[in-house]
């Protein structure tokens, strides 16, 4: 074997070979943000478009235009899911077990008049009604990826704002440590809601950092349009990086407290679903393997799973807030 | 309704009816009808099937008995070896779909969810019944021999009522557990009684009831 060739130094392996696909994505995050940063938010808006225009408009609800968003990792370059399996492929045990119970017996749920109250640990408690939340801060776009514990996973343009705007307009206290959300568990709009399968009404928490982490979205729609009713509407929380249970539907009580909130699934089997329930490969669900997702409307019957990345893909956003932590122990 | 159970096409007519669950099932995985995650839809679809003709196979003697109907029976092997046939196929596109033919995968999911252990085993039991459903075979086993292991449908019962239990345990969701289980249980319980009374009149009336089992097992 001859160790000089006369084709040598034109012969590269491609860079795709050679930068992990992960590193490049994220360098465009990274170029997205840098363009946010010097050039403005215009270089910032073109480089969303393009991921916002393989997002579809229905045209089934009223329209909630958002803004380009400025966070970085706010919008997935992925082809975002069909509005229809979006909207009937969904976990909503209040309106029942089966995935596509929500879309048929949601329409009972009454979003009007809707408000949110804001207590506990914080200086400046209060309700907000639906429009005063509305117009709390400036609408964004973006576009997540969502994983769900089962295993599947969707991406999911939303319309909405971090939900730290919100926070810092209700000053929490030095002991505030945690975030409650309580949703709404009505027994007459919601037929889920008299079945003993979790204790209702259905509450998730988060950590004060996590809350305030410009990712955490309080969300109001979802494809340009208000939230349907099967999504959690008329206001709920996302948060990316977290098992999809983790974000709360149809919010009506937001609670800063100092100790760790009792969630749901957490109350319904502690060793299967615990507090921070980040998406981690590398830590499985005790009954089933959580290295890999079906990725919804992706090739039907026969496409292949895909891997599933560390905190959702969004390490590069959120790893900082575990540093230090246990996330075998603390999963 | 004895004369319609008796007709020439009532077998037929029957099989193209059991398979019309799967016909559909088919169609609808073709023509992309499933839903938004196909695979899933389509494995506990199936799963589903097995369940419900399990009922139907283990309601078929209690229903005969009870309604006296013997005309009853003939359909019940081939009820049966539609159970097995709903659950080689939940089986297989668990294998293809979920798994993608991938053996250490498997072998490491089933470490991980014991539920799919217990239903591959009944799986395994449905085989071996329908493998032994013909005729000839029970010659050569021997009538009580082969009866011995087709009773074993009371153990694939069981299996796969814990199977779908512990399927369903992760989302606590176990409301149409409950439904198979009561469903299940009840023909099971059926028999258990059934037997019981024949116990209680066989000590009443020596010989009777050996002679009625016996007769029945000839009429096989």
């Given at each position: 074997m001859s160790i000089f060739h006369r084709n040598d130094g034109f012969v590269h392996p491609v860079p795709s070979e050679i930068t992990p696909q992960r590193v490049y994505e994220e360098r465009r995050m990274l170029l997205r943000g840098l363009a946010t940063g010097a050039a403005g938010a215009t270089l910032a808006a073109w480089a969303g478009r393009s991921a916002l225009a393989t997002a579809e408009h229905p045209g089934k609800l009223a329209a909630l235009p958002g803004v380009a968003s400025k966070v970085l990792g706010a919008v997935s370059m992925e082809k975002a899911t069909s509005y229809e399996d979006a909207t009937s492929y969904n976990n909503f045990y209040e309106f029942g077990t089966d995935k596509s119970d929500p879309a048929r017996n949601?329409?009972?749920?009454?979003?009007?008049?809707?408000?949110?109250?804001v207590e506990g640990l914080v200086k400046k408690p209060g309700k907000f009604s639906l429009d005063e939340l509305l117009k709390l801060s400036a609408q964004e776009d973006r576009i997540y990826r969502l994983r769900c514990v089962e295993g599947w996973s969707m991406v999911i343009p939303w319309v909405g704002y971090s939900l730290v705007e919100l926070i810092k307009r209700v000053e929490p206290l030095g002991g505030a440590k945690y975030v409650e959300f309580?949703?709404?568990?009505?027994?007459?709009?919601?037929?889920?809601?008299?079945?003993?399968?979790?204790?209702?009404?259905?509450?998730?928490?988060?950590?004060?950092?996590?809350?305030?982490?410009?990712?955490t979205l309080l969300t109001f729609g979802m494809y340009g349009e208000v939230l349907p009713k099967q999504n959690g509407a008329p206001v709920r929380i996302v948060v990316p990086w977290k098992y999809g249970f983790k974000s709360a539907k149809s919010l009506v009580k937001i609670r800063f407290t100092d100790k760790e909130p009792a969630t749901a699934w957490n109350k319904a089997a502690a060793q299967e679903y615990g507090f921070y329930s980040n998406v981690n490969p590398e830590v499985d669900h005790p009954r089933w393997s959580q290295a890999t997702e079906r990725r919804i409307g992706e090739g039907g019957l026969f496409a292949k799973r895909r891997k599933t990345l560390m905190f959702n893909g969004y390490e590069a956003q959120v790893g900082q807030l575990y540093a230090g932590m246990d996330l075998k122990k603390n999963f | 309704m004895k004369k319609l159970l008796m007709h020439r096409a009532a077998k037929p007519v029957l099989f193209i009816v059991?398979?019309?669950?799967?016909?559909?099932?088919?169609?609808?995985?073709?023509?992309?009808?499933?839903?938004?995650?196909?695979?899933?839809?389509?494995?506990?679809?199936l799963g589903d099937w097995t369940l419900r003709f399990l009922c139907i196979v283990l309601a078929v003697t209690p229903l005969r008995v009870m309604t006296g109907t013997p005309a009853l029976a003939r359909f019940r092997r081939m009820f049966g070896l539609f159970v097995a046939f709903y659950a080689l196929m939940h089986l297989l596109s668990y294998v293809a779909f979920d798994m993608e033919f991938d053996a250490t995968e498997i072998a490491k999911d089933i470490a991980k969810r014991p539920f799919i252990l217990v239903g591959s085993l009944a799986g395994v039991l449905l085989a071996?019944?329908?493998?032994?459903?013909?005729?000839?075979?029970?010659?050569?086993l021997g009538a009580v021999r082969w009866r011995r292991l087709h009773q074993s449908v009371y153990v694939v019962a069981a299996l796969a009522i814990l199977h779908f239990y512990w399927m369903r345990a992760g989302k606590h969701n176990f409301a149409e557990v409950a439904v198979y289980g009561a469903i299940l249980a009840s023909?099971?319980?059926?028999?258990?009684?059934?037997?019981?009374?024949?116990?209680?009149?066989?000590?009443?009336?020596?010989?009777?009831?050996?002679?009625?089992?016996?007769?029945?097992?000839?009429?096989?």
């Open positions: 949601a329409n009972t749920l009454k979003t009007d008049p809707w408000s949110v109250s309580v949703t709404l568990a009505d027994k007459v709009t919601m037929p889920g809601v008299n079945s003993r399968v979790l204790e209702w009404p259905y509450v998730e928490g988060l950590r004060l950092d996590e809350a305030m982490h410009p990712l | 059991c398979l019309l669950p799967f016909a559909w099932l088919f169609y609808a995985a073709a023509a992309d009808q499933l839903g938004a995650n196909p695979a899933e839809a389509l494995i506990r679809s071996l019944m329908a493998a032994t459903s013909f005729n000839r075979a029970i010659k050569t023909l099971l319980g059926w028999r258990v009684w059934e037997a019981q009374r024949k116990l209680r009149l066989g000590a009443t009336r020596p010989g009777r009831a050996k002679v009625g089992s016996a007769a029945i097992l000839q009429k096989r």
